[in-house]
């Protein structure tokens, strides 16, 4: 045996010879390979507290434009191809002694209640997210509009040119509903708003809808006033607010000169709720009501809007405005021009909810790596039930997403916050969140990246800005995401801050493109 170990030895010799000699030839390992990547993507993020003082005031007519302004504009009548209005955020309305904080807390109270009662008409499976019709008093009764669920006055105000000539009306943008309308004198109830209430009665142009009108059968049920023989309607939302009057027809003037006629609106002489300032309300949804449904003829069917980050409406020295467009600037930017910067995904139908546009969510990354455990289906939309899927909408603040998806992508930035800029998550939470982290003693931090994947291959790269947000005045930064057992996901307005968000209902699809306002 110690013969053969032997001989053993004597033979591999030469070998191992050959192989020493090898390895001393070869350059140093760390030289000879690659170094390997670091292990996750990170922004850099400047962190500024809320400040502690009375927020800086900009007049919302220095935003939206004055009653002179819309006046001197819609005298000259054009044939457009291009229609775009300046966006206020509902900030430019507040006290003039609110601070940075009592806003942010009174936007996340409305966010917590619209985003309830758009996961309660889900789980219902409402087909139009609106509730039973109240009777009032006179002829006839109020039907229900289709309408999503607006919450308060919105976030995104507009200022729309009503009747000939026209009446200048603040009216909140929300891609969740269905119905163009407005408070109408004579009131029987109305709250206070900005500006004059319209008067039909002074508009050249307005004109009450028969009963028997295609448009009044456009209504869920046919409301009629028989002594008049015109067209009702009622539109009652998920926090209590409510409105109902006639439907009729109106001329709406937009800047540039550009006039649409006979707009089905709806005009209220009956208000109550929580609509403080606005006029009424721009339904920008799927339905037949609809404002893009109804100027498609003219502008197409596509829309876009591009919202300013959340304070920009309340510095007066921002040169950025919010806006929203129809026609063919919507899709200005989303082009081929625009190469891999746009990112499209088809749009999804719920038939149980038909007014809001979903979108197929495929998963998330954090810090550059795909999150585990998330796959399309954990967000897929069930069409028989009308359950799950995600909505993208503009009247909604937060992101929600269901519970599982959110618990996976919250524990995969905080363990990339760790590793990537030594962030530990503070005790306790804030308000919604449950991810917080005290940056009082820094100037900047490293965040990881994060990422939405759409269905057909597109990523939407987020902005620090749109996930960790300040929340009060001593350095608490946010996750600005949340979670939900309501049954739907919400793509939220801050996350969809600085990208043009295009919805081209020619092609049927979704777009962001970032950085386009």
């Not at 507290?49 to 001197?72: C, F, H, K, Q, Y």
């Not at 209430?197 to 508009?203: K, L, T």
């Not at 959340?310 to 007066?316: G, H």
């Not at 009247?395 to 916050?417: E, H, I, K, M, N």
């Amino acid at each position: 045996m110690l013969r053969l170990r032997g001989a053993m030895a004597s033979a591999a010799s030469p070998i191992c010879s050959l192989l020493l000699l090898l390895v001393l030839q070869l350059p140093p390992f760390a030289a000879a390979l690659p170094k390997p990547p670091a292990r996750y993507q990170y922004h850099t993020l400047r962190a500024t507290p809320l400040s502690p003082e009375p927020t800086a005031r900009v007049d919302a007519a220095a935003i939206l434009g004055t009653s002179t302004d819309l006046t001197a504009v819609f005298d000259g009548i054009g044939n457009a191809s291009a229609v775009e209005l300046v966006l206020a955020h509902r900030e430019a309305f507040a006290a003039p002694n609110a601070t940075a904080p009592q806003l942010l807390a009174h936007r996340l109270a409305r966010d917590a209640a619209r985003a309830d009662a758009i996961s309660s008409a889900a789980a219902a499976g409402a087909t139009n997210g609106t509730r039973a019709p109240r009777r009032r008093g006179g002829s006839g009764f109020a039907a229900p509009v289709l309408s999503g669920l607006s919450q308060g006055s919105g976030e995104y105000f507009a200022q729309v040119g009503v009747g000939t000539p026209p009446t200048p009306a603040l009216l909140v943008l929300d891609t969740g509903s269905d119905v163009v309308w407005l408070q109408c004198a004579p009131c029987r109830h109305c709250y206070a708003q900005s500006g004059r209430v319209f008067d039909p009665r002074r508009s050249r142009s307005y004109a009450t809808v028969p009963c028997a009108a295609p448009l009044c059968r456009r209504l869920d049920s046919g409301g009629c006033n028989k002594r008049r023989g015109s067209c009702l309607y009622q539109v009652a939302y998920g926090d209590g607010s409510i409105t109902a009057g006639d439907l009729a027809t109106e001329t709406l003037s937009f800047a540039r000169g550009a006039r649409v006629p006979r707009v089905a609106i709806g005009c209220g002489h009956d208000n109550e709720g929580l609509f403080v300032a606005a006029a009424g309300l721009l339904g920008l949804g799927r339905g037949r009501l609809s404002l893009p449904t109804q100027v498609a003829r003219r502008y197409g069917r596509s829309f876009s809007y591009c919202l300013v980050d959340r304070t920009s409406s309340l510095k007066p020295s921002s040169t950025r405005s919010s806006t929203l467009t129809f026609g063919a600037a919507a899709l200005a930017g989303a082009g081929a021009g625009a190469g891999a910067r746009v990112s499209f995904t088809p749009m999804v139908r719920n038939p149980r909810m038909s007014t809001f546009y979903y979108v197929r969510v495929a998963g998330f990354s954090v810090g550059g790596a795909r999150v585990r455990g998330v796959s399309e289906r954990d967000l897929r939309l069930d069409p028989a039930t009308g359950r799950g899927g995600v909505i993208l909408d503009s009247g909604t603040s937060v992101t929600r997403l269901a519970r599982p998806v959110y618990a996976a992508v919250r524990d995969a930035f905080r363990a990339a916050a760790a590793a990537a800029g030594g962030l530990r998550p503070s005790p306790g939470g804030f308000s919604l969140f449950d991810t917080c982290y005290d940056l009082g003693r820094r100037r900047v931090v490293k965040v990881p990246t994060l990422s939405v994947h759409l269905a057909g291959g597109a990523a939407v790269a987020l902005p620090p800005e749109n996930y960790l947000i300040p929340v009060d005045t001593r350095g608490t930064f946010c996750f600005a995401l949340a979670g939900t057992d309501g049954g739907v996901s919400i793509l939220g307005n801050i996350q969809q801050q600085g990208f043009r968000v295009v919805f081209d209902g020619d092609a049927q699809r979704v777009g962001l493109v970032p950085k386009s306002c």
